[in-house]
Nanobody, 125 residues
């Protein structure tokens, strides 16, 4: 069994930066892609970014491309999401999840497993 715990969410002003962490425990996730999703109040969950098992392939939603950067440290069983130039529309709960078959780009719901409980990012204007 894998547990994912996100952290690093906070209240930040527009234009600011945050780094989210996703720490895995229970067993290693170094063989799997890890994806980041977010869900804003009243909106559906949306894909944000993903990284393949080695960290060599990274993918981003158009809405965050050029501002967010995903990375991983398999020795620490941790995946990061560096968020720069934050905008009020980035306000959401951010979740990480294991993708058991993918390479970092979101393809299918059924491949996702072991969701974290999320961390809240609030960006004020």
């Amino acid at each position: 069994q894998v547990q994912l715990v996100e952290s690093g969410g906070d209240l930040v002003q527009a234009g600011g930066s945050l780094r989210l962490s996703c720490v895995a425990s229970g067993r290693s996730v170094s063989n799997y892609a890890i994806l980041w999703f977010r869900q804003a109040p009243g909106k559906e969950r949306e894909y944000v970014a993903g990284v393949n098992w080695s960290g060599g392939s990274k993918y981003y939603a158009n809405s965050v491309k050029g501002r967010f950067a995903v990375s991983r440290d398999n020795a620490k069983n941790t995946v990061y999401l560096q968020m720069n130039d934050l905008k009020p529309e980035d306000t959401a709960v951010y979740y990480c999840v294991v993708d058991k078959v993918g390479s970092g780009w979101y393809v299918m719901e059924s491949a996702l497993d072991y969701w974290g409980k999320g961390t809240l990012v609030t960006v004020s204007s």
